[in-house]
């Protein structure tokens, strides 16, 4: 197929979060964020199911996220290899805890906001837009440890000055921004994105709706922030989005399938991007065992979330997901945060989760339906165990075929009709899984010698991917 149709000015880049690979998690005045207390390893999630677990760090552990890539050390670097590779935009984020180290300051860290100056200063040089994600699975440990997390309606004011501070400090040299990282996985794990745990009250769903109201409404002020320093900003918002398709045409499935969108991939982008709450939300809090009279809500609120849409609409894509409520014995798959049923007609990574090109199209196509608002792909990519051989070269071919895949899928959503903005692989320098606290998960067309316990040399290599991902941006998505 050709894959022509990119339209000019397509953000072509690569996207990376603070804590995934800056490291010196404690350098400039930096205080703790939630990824420094998640010990490293496959198990790294069974935190959230120990009643005890209290935030603190257990020196019988390692902690991958305290190292990262160094890229706080590497960063000119790093980006300068991005601009070798052509990016038209770099998407990383704010560690919330380098500008306000116990989240609820009154003023900045000063050291903070001059190391995103210096990042953002890097981008600029080589002709490289900064796309910035204000929260990223970041949160201050002391948030969480004082107030609770996000169910708690005080971390509302505290975001608001932290994004009222960066908005501030950047808008000039920076034109897009997202304001929480994939929201809707609190619906599977609330630790993430809302610091909720089983030792904080993460099994009463209440919470989990309660902080997802909580963060709408600080979503929508940090739009307004934005948008009263200049309207031209663009504010998104970012999901994930797992294309789910139900297993088979038995009606149970399907309505399963249905409600499984509304819960997982819409209700959040629902209220972030129509401004208001849809209306099933009375019936999906039923299905959680939730009353809209639990929550607490104020028509004031209701009224920021009408006036506030986002701007956009930015979501991560890996995988396609199955539902199946008609059979308990199907065998299931892993995913990134979100599992489901095997699909046979698919193959899978490294990590079980299941590559599904065709799923992105899908994606696109559905998110366009239903929002007419442009799309921006901002996470896409293959976990693989790559093997350097002797002089540090990682022949990737498969992501190489995973991402050509991907860009075919997006070129013909294009031919669709829909309004697609960048596409921003994920890790696009190798750094730390959010799920596994692993180096071995790579994605990058960047190679980082540096193993699972944080040892290494901490040279960059260039893959083979990264020949290939600056002949696709050259060519405005023709070569591929
Ligand atoms: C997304 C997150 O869920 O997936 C990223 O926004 C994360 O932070 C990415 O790294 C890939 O997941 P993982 O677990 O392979 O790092």
Same mark, same amino acid.
């Given at each position: 197929?050709?894959?022509?149709?990119?339209?000019?000015?397509?953000? /072509?880049?690569?996207?990376?979060a603070?804590?995934?690979?800056?490291?010196?998690?404690?350098?400039?005045?930096?205080?703790?964020?939630?990824?420094?207390?998640?010990?490293?390893?496959?198990?790294?999630?069974?935190?959230?199911?120990?009643? #005890?677990?209290?935030?603190?760090?257990?020196?019988?552990?390692?902690?991958?996220?305290?190292?990262?890539?160094?890229?706080?050390?590497?960063?000119?670097?790093?980006?300068?290899?991005?601009?070798?590779?052509?990016?038209?935009?770099?998407?990383?984020s %704010?560690?919330?805890?380098? %500008?306000?180290?116990?989240? #609820?300051?009154?003023?900045?860290?000063?050291?903070?906001?001059?190391?995103?100056?210096?990042?953002?200063?890097?981008?600029?040089?080589?002709?490289?837009?900064? *796309?910035?994600t204000?929260s990223h699975y970041?949160?201050?440990?002391?948030?969480?440890?004082?107030?609770?997390?996000?169910?708690?309606?005080?971390?509302?004011? &505290?975001?608001?000055?932290?994004?009222?501070?960066?908005?501030?400090?950047?808008?000039?040299?920076?034109?897009? /921004?997202m304001?929480f990282n994939e929201i809707?996985s609190?619906?599977?794990?609330?630790?993430?994105s809302?610091?909720?745990?089983?030792?904080?009250?993460?099994?009463?769903?209440?919470? %989990?709706?309660?902080? /997802?109201?909580?963060?709408?409404?600080?979503?929508?002020?940090?739009?307004?922030?934005?948008?009263?320093?200049?309207?031209?900003?663009?504010?998104? &918002?970012m999901?994930?989005?797992?294309?789910?398709?139900?297993?088979?045409?038995?009606?149970?499935?399907?309505?399963?399938?249905?409600?499984?969108?509304?819960? @997982?991939?819409?209700?959040?982008?629902?209220?972030?991007?129509?401004?208001?709450?849809?209306?099933?939300?009375?019936?999906?809090?039923?299905?959680?065992?939730?009353?809209?009279? #639990?929550?607490?809500?104020?028509?004031?609120?209701?009224?920021?979330?009408?006036?506030?849409? *986002?701007?956009? %609409?930015?979501?991560s894509?890996?995988?396609?997901?199955?539902?199946?409520?008609?059979?308990?014995?199907?065998?299931?798959?892993?995913?990134?945060?979100?599992?489901?049923?095997? @699909?046979?007609?698919?193959?899978?990574?490294?990590?079980?989760?299941?590559?599904?090109?065709?799923?992105?199209?899908?994606?696109?196509?559905?998110?366009?339906?239903?929002?007419?608002?442009?799309?921006?792909?901002?996470?896409?990519?293959?976990?693989?165990?790559?093997?350097?051989?002797?002089?540090?070269?990682?022949?990737?071919?498969?992501?190489?075929?995973?991402?050509?895949?991907?860009?075919?899928?997006?070129?013909?959503?294009?031919?669709?009709?829909?309004?697609?903005?960048?596409?921003?692989?994920?890790?696009?320098?190798?750094?730390?899984?959010?799920?596994?606290?692993?180096?071995?998960?790579?994605?990058?067309?960047?190679?980082?010698?540096? #193993?699972?316990?944080?040892?290494?040399?901490?040279?960059?290599?260039?893959?083979?991917?990264?020949?290939?991902?600056?002949?696709?941006?050259?060519? @405005?998505?023709?070569?591929?």
């Amino acid at each position: 197929m050709t894959t022509n149709n990119f339209p000019k000015g397509f953000l /072509w880049g690569g996207a990376t979060a603070a804590n995934q690979l800056e490291g010196a998690y404690q350098a400039g005045g930096k205080g703790l964020s939630l990824p420094d207390v998640l010990p490293g390893g496959k198990d790294r999630m069974a935190i959230i199911n120990e009643p #005890d677990f209290d935030f603190t760090i257990d020196p019988q552990r390692v902690y991958p996220n305290h190292v990262g890539i160094d890229h706080y050390h590497h960063f000119k670097e790093d980006i300068k290899l991005f601009g070798e590779m052509g990016f038209k935009c770099y998407r990383f984020s %704010i560690a919330w805890s380098r %500008i306000f180290p116990q989240g #609820d300051e009154e003023t900045p860290n000063e050291a903070g906001l001059k190391f995103y100056d210096a990042v953002i200063d890097e981008c600029l040089k080589y002709q490289i837009e900064p *796309v910035i994600t204000i929260s990223h699975y970041e949160l201050p440990v002391h948030l969480i440890k004082e107030y609770g997390g996000w169910k708690n309606k005080k971390l509302i004011a &505290c975001y608001e000055r932290f994004a009222r501070t960066v908005l501030d400090q950047y808008h000039a040299k920076v034109k897009y /921004w997202m304001t929480f990282n994939e929201i809707n996985s609190a619906a599977h794990f609330p630790i993430m994105s809302q610091g909720l745990t089983v030792s904080n009250g993460a099994k009463d769903k209440k919470n %989990i709706y309660q902080a /997802w109201h909580n963060q709408f409404v600080a979503s929508s002020k940090a739009v307004k922030i934005g948008h009263e320093l200049d309207p031209k900003l663009q504010i998104g &918002c970012m999901i994930l989005y797992a294309t789910t398709y139900s297993f088979d045409a038995n009606p149970k499935n399907q309505l399963a399938t249905l409600q499984d969108n509304q819960a @997982n991939n819409f209700f959040c982008a629902d209220v972030q991007v129509r401004g208001h709450y849809p209306a099933y939300t009375k019936s999906l809090l039923a299905r959680n065992g939730v009353k809209l009279s #639990d929550l607490d809500y104020t028509a004031d609120e209701l009224d920021l979330l009408a006036q506030y849409p *986002v701007d956009y %609409i930015g979501f991560s894509y890996y995988m396609s997901s199955v539902v199946d409520v008609t059979n308990e014995d199907q065998d299931r798959v892993a995913g990134n945060l979100m599992g489901g049923v095997k @699909n046979p007609f698919l193959e899978s990574s490294d990590w079980g989760w299941q590559i599904d090109p065709t799923g992105l199209r899908i994606a696109l196509n559905e998110l366009y339906d239903r929002y007419e608002k442009p799309l921006f792909i901002v996470e896409n990519g293959l976990g693989a165990l790559d093997q350097p051989d002797e002089n540090n070269f990682v022949a990737d071919d498969y992501r190489i075929d995973y991402l050509r895949q991907h860009i075919e899928a997006i070129s013909a959503a294009i031919d669709d009709g829909t309004e697609v903005m960048g596409y921003t692989p994920w890790g696009c320098i190798d750094l730390v899984s959010a799920s596994t606290g692993e180096m071995s998960k790579r994605y990058g067309f960047i190679y980082v010698d540096e #193993d699972d316990a944080g040892h290494g040399t901490f040279n960059r290599y260039k893959k083979k991917s990264f020949a290939w991902y600056k002949q696709v941006i050259a060519s @405005n998505g023709e070569e591929i």
